[in-house]
């Protein structure tokens, strides 16, 4: 999505890391125009798919699976993190570890919000390692729904996530796919 | 806000202790095209106020800090919350006391998003006891910008929170004020 990756040109930090930061315009400061017409890319992309419902995890995957599931006409849900391990027989929950903060994070649903026999579209900002996503996966598998595909704003594609979403045989559409940030500068993979 | 007053009406649980659970639409599901017209509400209610930014509190305030940040046409900053007591020289911090958890939060938001001089619009899901949103308005007052005013979604204004605000002196706009849970039933002010 080409106003996506001029964005990102222009506003993205690259740290030391491979971290590359987008706070100014994704998950601190949010730009509402371009998060809006993020998620429209993303219902055009999976305008073939089947899609009840979009799910995400709090905090910062909320306001493109908002804009995805506005545009789509499905309800949003999203998950809900915890450090503590709250396992209750009212939601399904997943392990989700965090390599930026080395911690594991519970994610959570409430099982009404998930029913059963539905196709669900994954949606988050960032992907790279994956974990986040694949226990997103996870709670919908538990719920006996499928997983319509992963939809995400930017792919660090080189690191593992990208690879071990579509080597799970999902369907993932990025709107910025980033080849490497070698150098301090981002790389898009064309 | 009649719309929003039926889905209350409709889908909102009351439980023991004044709690109302609007999960199912605002705070865990989402209704994605009632909450971009709740959006489209605040920026008419405060059509007539000069709004720079709309600042919000992860997680549950961004959707509808979102929707009101696209319909007025400003970004969005969301504060995000640490237990830690965090202080850095980039951020602006406050302490928010949840009556509902008994833990006192830092909230957060790094400076360079909440520039000085602007006219800065309050906005989140609940208000009950109005720390958040107290303690939102102090992250403005350091950042030596004014607040245009508040705008709440649903506001139970029989609890300390909605006079709180008033007597500081912060124009509110609430989409439901709620009167009462008396009887385990939602009474709305008129």
New interface residues.
């Given amino acids: 999505m080409e106003q996506l990756k001029q964005k990102i040109l222009s506003e993205g930090i690259v740290l030391p890391g491979n971290v590359l930061k987008v ?2 315009f994704l998950n ?6 371009l ?2 017409a993020m998620g429209e890319e993303l219902a055009r992309r999976f305008a073939d798919a089947v899609i009840d419902r979009v799910l995400t995890v ?2 910062s995957g ?2 493109i699976g ?2 995805a ?2 545009a789509l ?6 998950a ?1 993190k915890s450090k503590s391990v709250l396992m209750t027989e009212d939601a399904y929950t997943a392990a989700v570890y965090s390599y930026t903060k080395k911690v594991t994070n519970q994610i959570s ?2 099982k ?2 998930l029913p059963s026999g539905e196709s669900v579209l994954i949606v988050d900002d960032f992907l790279a390692n994956g974990e986040a996503s694949l226990g997103l996966a996870e709670l919908v598998h538990q719920a006996s729904s499928s997983v319509a595909g992963v939809g995400i704003a930017v792919d660090k594609a080189f690191q593992p996530g990208h690879d071990r979403l579509l080597h799970a045989g999902y369907r993932l559409e990025s709107l910025a796919v980033i080849e490497s940030l070698d150098g301090g500068r981002v790389h898009f993979r064309e």
Avoid: C, N
């Fill in positions: 706070d100014s601190h400061q949010i730009d509402p125009v998060v809006m709090e905090a909320i306001a908002l804009a599931a506005y006409g499905v309800p949003l849900v999203f809900k649903v409430l009404r919000f």
